[in-house]
């Protein structure tokens, strides 16, 4: 086995995915509870992403040695990745080309049997507005960030996906 696949096969590298969506989670706390910064829909909506890769990180973590744990845990990482670069991009879109045609709604669209943002109010409530630009970082707007930060879980995807995908218990051809 090579060394990115064995560290693929192993709790630590699901930790790391787990802790890093942890930290942009306990960032976007931050940013709305100590920084009073408004998150708009598309921002709880990115959130539910980061908790998406969170748990895709907290299911590899159970069993890594299990190709099917890795395979669920690759898939709901990458579908949380996309949909979160995805969403990252039409927010920058918004920001950049603000027009009163294209906004956001002011509530999230959760299903009825599920609604977050009465479940978790301090967490999962949008109280700004999408159009608004609140925080910017070396000249670029967290919605930038966001977009680096998808992008940078979908490449660390990219990187795994063959590691993750192989089988622990085949031979090495360069044992």
Known sequence: MTVITRFAHSRSSWFILASTALGLE?????????MKLDPCVMCIYQRLAVFGIL????IGMTAPKYRIVRILAAIIWAISATWGLKLALSLVDMQTNPSPFSTCSFLPEFPAWMPLHEWFPSIMMPTG??????????GVTMAEWMVVAFSGFLVAW???IVP???GSN??????
């Open 158 to 160: 990219l990187l795994f």
């Open 26 to 34: 306990l960032s976007a706390l931050y940013f709305q509870h100590i």
């Open 55 to 58: 748990a895709a990180g907290l």
């Open 170 to 175: 085949k031979p090495s051809l360069y044992k």
């Open 129 to 138: 507005m999408c159009t608004d630009v609140p925080w910017v970082f070396m």
């Open 164 to 166: 993750i995908l192989s």
